[in-house]
């Protein structure tokens, strides 16, 4: 079991940068994926990033790609979205996201454990 918290979420201007953390604990964090997601008001949850147990494959959604960059470190079961250029449309409460495969997945369905989000707001 896994459990997982957000942090770093808060208020910037278009154009500045957060850095999102996904803090683990529980009985074992090894060999899952993560993944973030976000949501904002009256739309689907939306992927964003995601990233294999071994980080040897990643993949951004095309609407980040090129502004965010998902990370983790296992040694501090830790996965991290650092993002920059940020647009008022990335407004949403961001949500990670842990899935019991060593690879990640762009589906919702897929993920096993999933933080309580927290709230990115971009004003323009």
């Known amino acids: 079991q896994v459990q997982l918290v957000e942090s770093g979420g808060g208020l910037v201007q278009a154009g500045g940068s957060l850095r999102l953390s996904c803090a683990a604990s529980?009985?074992?964090?090894?060999?899952?994926?993560m993944g973030w997601f976000r949501q904002a008001p009256g739309k689907d949850r939306e992927f964003v990033a995601g990233?294999?147990?071994?980080?040897?494959?990643?993949y951004h959604a095309d609407s980040v790609k090129g502004r965010f960059t998902i990370s983790r470190d296992n040694a501090r079961n830790t996965a991290y979205l650092q993002m920059n250029s940020l647009k008022p449309e990335d407004t949403a409460v961001y949500y990670c996201?842990?899935?019991?495969?060593?690879?990640?997945?762009?589906?919702?369905?897929?993920?096993?454990?999933w933080g309580q989000g927290t709230q990115v707001t971009v004003s323009s």
């Open positions: 990233i294999s147990w071994t980080a040897d494959t990643i």
């Open positions: 996201a842990a899935r019991r495969y060593r690879s990640s997945s762009i589906f919702t369905s897929a993920y096993d454990y």
């Open positions: 529980g009985r074992t964090f090894d060999g899952y994926a």
